[in-house]
């Protein structure tokens, strides 16, 4: 028997290392769900009031703040995602958390953003409540602005295929070198 332990080998200590890391973990994982819930309910909340203090005032009114929220969600999911292609956690921890953190505003900005679309859909008609009894807001902006939704659905559609296209274009650019670069005499 050396040190204590039966089987000969070293004695293993059980630390508080072991328990202080799933403390940890735990930890963070509750933090990680209050924060989802947080942006996933909050800007869910005053979507709706927000559609009735700034639509009537936008320019083109209800409509052109369809339009606005409609270019400004992909970008907001351009940001959001992006820092995400520079993390590499074996290589470097500090960096990556740095450009995760770097990504919680263009999330953020994404959900509300998306939490202002939501409030576009009319609802279902209900045969217990009436049409609009438990929707509210949503009624709201059904009325004022019908097809509203359509409207903000092909500003997305636009301005994801205008990024797309422009980011082809950027990248088509960066990859091509010019003629006498390559190598080949201008005549």
């Excluded at 639509?55 to 992006?82: C, E, M, N, Q, S």
Aim: proline share 6%; charged share 15%; with cysteine.
């Amino acid at each position: 028997m050396t040190n204590g332990n039966p089987r000969g080998g070293k004695q293993v200590r059980h630390s508080g290392r072991r328990l202080r890391a799933a403390g940890f973990a735990c930890l963070v994982l509750v933090i990680a769900i209050l924060v989802s819930a947080a942006l996933a309910l909050g800007p869910y909340t005053w979507a709706g009031e927000m559609w009735r203090a700034l639509a009537p005032g936008w320019p083109g009114k209800g409509y052109g703040f369809a339009i606005t929220a409609g270019v400004l969600l992909p970008v907001a999911g351009v940001l959001a995602f992006r820092p995400f292609l520079r993390v590499n956690w074996k290589r470097d921890k500090v960096r990556s958390a740095l450009w995760t953190a770097a990504a919680l505003p263009g999330a953020s900005a994404a959900v509300m953003t998306l939490a202002i679309a939501m409030h576009t859909a009319r609802p279902k008609r209900s045969h217990r409540n009436g049409y609009c009894s438990a929707s509210g807001e949503y009624c709201w902006v059904s009325q004022n602005y019908p097809y509203v939704w359509a409207v903000g659905l092909t500003a997305t559609v636009l301005a994801a295929g205008m990024g797309l296209w422009l980011h082809s274009v950027y990248d088509g650019r960066r990859t091509t070198k010019p003629a006498s670069a390559a190598g080949t005499p201008s005549a």
